[in-house]
């Protein structure tokens, strides 16, 4: 497939909060190098193969569509690549990125990081408490996920911020002792009813798990990116430690349910839904956002699927800090840092 040529005007934003609705392979190409501080993602586990799993005491089934299908092992790791060496170009040099996920993908994501040059910094393991039981009983219980921390380069100077994870309150996990160093085993239980009041998500992650990814790994004002950002929690939690955050989704339900959980969350230092901008379907609200528009460097992007939705021509306004990166017809020599952020 050639290269896209694509405007993208926003689904949804507010205030330090930037949703777009495409392929993350259409879209990751129109940001500028060098210019986001963490990346987390949640790629397609590819586990969709028609079986079944417990859930509130029922079998139900694993399939949750068409984009968590595999394409065989081969075609799989290529669209990993794929989409971490874009997230490399755009990690500022210090840069870091989490990728979460199971036996099904994450070796092939683990191969593809180390292909491309990323230093590994750790692997976490997320143990589910409240894990769904093994109903073959053929086979032990799957209770965990893995994720990888990984830094854009073996020379860079990441940020971690070790005295809070220390030193920090995590009553809920009984593993983190108080005072005592961060281990890399993390016992979090999946996201509560509380987190999907406006919906659900076949993998959402809970609020938790964010919190302390991008608490640890990033700092006040930073710009937080999530190529699969589904339901949002990513955008939440970014938004509740007071960092910026661009997400892109291809499923509109899912975008939509994102949109629902931030206009209803409170989140400290962020507008009201009244001062929201919604963007959807083409039709902007009565206050119009940026949209962003700029040709893709010259990365070859092969396993795109489809076209970003909702094109539009380019247009400016007052930007909210951090709420969009791309300027139109810009150049990654041309980015300029969103104001109040030194940061970026």
């Given at each position: 497939m050639s290269e896209p040529s694509v405007a993208v005007q926003p689904f949804y934003q507010r205030d330090r909060c930037t949703l777009y609705q495409g392929d993350c392979l259409e879209i990751l190409p129109l940001f500028p190098a060098n210019s986001v501080d963490l990346i987390?993602?949640?790629?397609?586990?590819?586990?969709?193969?028609?079986?079944?799993?417990?859930?509130?005491?029922?079998?139900?089934?694993?399939?949750?569509?068409?984009?968590?299908?595999?394409?065989?092992?081969?075609?799989?790791?290529?669209?990993?690549?794929?989409?971490?060496?874009?997230?490399?170009?755009?990690?500022?040099?210090?840069?870091?990125?989490?990728?979460?996920g199971t036996y099904h993908n994450i070796y092939a994501c683990g191969f593809a990081l180390q292909c491309l040059d990323f230093h590994v910094l750790n692997e976490i393991c997320w143990?589910?408490?409240?894990?769904?039981?093994?109903?073959?009983?053929?086979?032990?219980?799957?209770?965990?996920?893995?994720?990888?921390?990984?830094?854009?380069s073996k020379k860079g100077k990441h940020v971690f911020n070790y005295e809070a994870m220390k030193l920090g309150d995590f009553p809920r996990d009984p593993l983190k002792l108080s005072g005592r160093q961060m281990r890399s085993v993390w016992s979090i239980p999946t996201p509560p009813a509380s987190e999907k009041l406006q919906g659900k998500h076949p993998t959402q992650k809970p609020l938790d798990l964010l919190d302390r990814i991008i608490s640890a790994s990033?700092?006040?004002?930073?710009?937080?990116?999530?190529?699969?950002?589904?339901?949002?929690?990513?955008?939440?939690?970014?938004?509740?430690?007071?960092?910026?955050?661009?997400?892109?989704?291809?499923?509109?339900?899912?975008?939509?349910?994102?949109?629902?959980?931030?206009?209803?969350?409170?989140?400290?230092?962020?507008?009201?839904?009244?001062?929201?901008?919604?963007?959807?379907?083409?039709?902007?609200?009565?206050?119009?956002?940026?949209?962003?528009?700029?040709?893709?460097?010259?990365q070859t992007n092969s396993k795109a699927s489809g076209k970003a939705n909702n094109p539009a021509s380019s247009k400016t306004s007052n930007q909210p800090a951090g709420a969009s990166i791309i300027e139109p017809n810009s150049s990654p020599a041309s980015y300029s840092s969103p104001p109040n952020h030194p940061n970026h």
């Amino acid at each position: 497939m050639s290269e896209p040529s694509v405007a993208v005007q926003p689904f949804y934003q507010r205030d330090r909060c930037t949703l777009y609705q495409g392929d993350c392979l259409e879209i990751l190409p129109l940001f500028p190098a060098n210019s986001v501080d963490l990346i987390f993602a949640d790629p397609p586990y590819n586990l969709s193969n028609n079986g079944f799993t417990c859930h509130g005491g029922r079998a139900v089934s694993v399939n949750k569509g068409d984009w968590d299908r595999s394409n065989g092992i081969e075609q799989d790791f290529e669209f990993h690549r794929a989409w971490i060496q874009e997230c490399r170009r755009i990690l500022k040099p210090n840069g870091t990125i989490w990728i979460s996920g199971t036996y099904h993908n994450i070796y092939a994501c683990g191969f593809a990081l180390q292909c491309l040059d990323f230093h590994v910094l750790n692997e976490i393991c997320w143990y589910k408490p409240n894990a769904s039981p093994n109903l073959s009983c053929r086979f032990f219980t799957a209770s965990h996920e893995t994720l990888i921390w990984a830094r854009k380069s073996k020379k860079g100077k990441h940020v971690f911020n070790y005295e809070a994870m220390k030193l920090g309150d995590f009553p809920r996990d009984p593993l983190k002792l108080s005072g005592r160093q961060m281990r890399s085993v993390w016992s979090i239980p999946t996201p509560p009813a509380s987190e999907k009041l406006q919906g659900k998500h076949p993998t959402q992650k809970p609020l938790d798990l964010l919190d302390r990814i991008i608490s640890a790994s990033t700092n006040p004002g930073d710009l937080v990116l999530d190529p699969f950002s589904g339901s949002g929690t990513t955008g939440l939690s970014a938004l509740r430690v007071d960092r910026a955050f661009i997400g892109i989704e291809k499923e509109a339900a899912y975008l939509q349910l994102a949109v629902d959980r931030f206009t209803t969350a409170p989140l400290p230092g962020s507008e009201t839904s009244a001062g929201d901008r919604v963007l959807a379907n083409g039709k902007s609200s009565s206050q119009p956002g940026h949209q962003p528009s700029q040709q893709p460097d010259n990365q070859t992007n092969s396993k795109a699927s489809g076209k970003a939705n909702n094109p539009a021509s380019s247009k400016t306004s007052n930007q909210p800090a951090g709420a969009s990166i791309i300027e139109p017809n810009s150049s990654p020599a041309s980015y300029s840092s969103p104001p109040n952020h030194p940061n970026h």
